[in-house]
DNA sequence: AACAAAATTACGCTGCAACGTAAATTTTGA
DNA sequence: TCAAAATTTACGTTGCAGCGTAATTTTGTT
């Protein structure tokens, strides 16, 4: 299970990864979140425009929550943004 | 230090002890990301709304990342929000 | 292969983040 | 005390997320 994420790609994957170790789908997610599963796909697949809102909903709807650590090794630049 | 964040107002609030922990200025982080210093002042304030983005610059410009994992305690309801 | 479930993409629409710029307000240090 | 620095707020503009709805594509089973 991934944990550590710098890029919304990273948290989108571990959402999926999150997502289904519950066995749940995005229309799952979606009746628990009122989001709908367009939104939910295009987290899960790393869109950077996605509002914080909507990270917190689906992490609420798995029941995560984040932690904001120091960064270990040095970022790529890919990992800007 | 504020580390465990489920809510946009507790992200906002560890960005900016962070930011003073280092003795940097909003200014500081908007030139370093080209971001608004407005921008940064509405997400240190908690604003949901803020894009991933948008956190994720800054977060990189104070050298942070964001860590999943699952939820410790119960939450209170102002919590999923 | 074939069918069903799930996920992705599309389109028009509404709301709002972030922009440039700048003013107002709060905080800070001499 | 009080000006300088920092933060917050304002306003018009632009771009896009997320909505409703639905079609299309992908994935998973038999």
Same mark, same amino acid.
């Given at each position: 299970?991934? /944990?550590? &994420?710098?890029?919304?790609? #990273?948290?989108?994957?571990? /959402? ?9 789908? #995005?229309?799952?997610?979606? *009746? ?5 599963? &367009? ?8 869109? *950077?425009?996605?509002? /914080? @809102? ?5 992490? @609420? @709807?798995?029941? /995560? ?8 090794? @040095? *970022? ?6």
């Amino acid at each position: 299970m991934e /944990l550590t &994420a710098r890029t919304a790609a #990273q948290i989108g994957e571990a /959402l999926r990864r999150s997502r289904k170790a519950r066995g749940w789908t #995005q229309g799952d997610i979606s *009746a628990r979140t009122n989001l709908r599963v &367009a939104t939910i796909s295009s987290l899960e697949n790393g869109d *950077a425009g996605t509002k /914080l @809102a909507t990270v917190l909903a689906v992490m @609420a @709807a798995l029941g /995560l929550e984040f932690r904001l650590t120091e960064r270990g090794g @040095a *970022a790529g630049i890919e990992d800007i943004f």
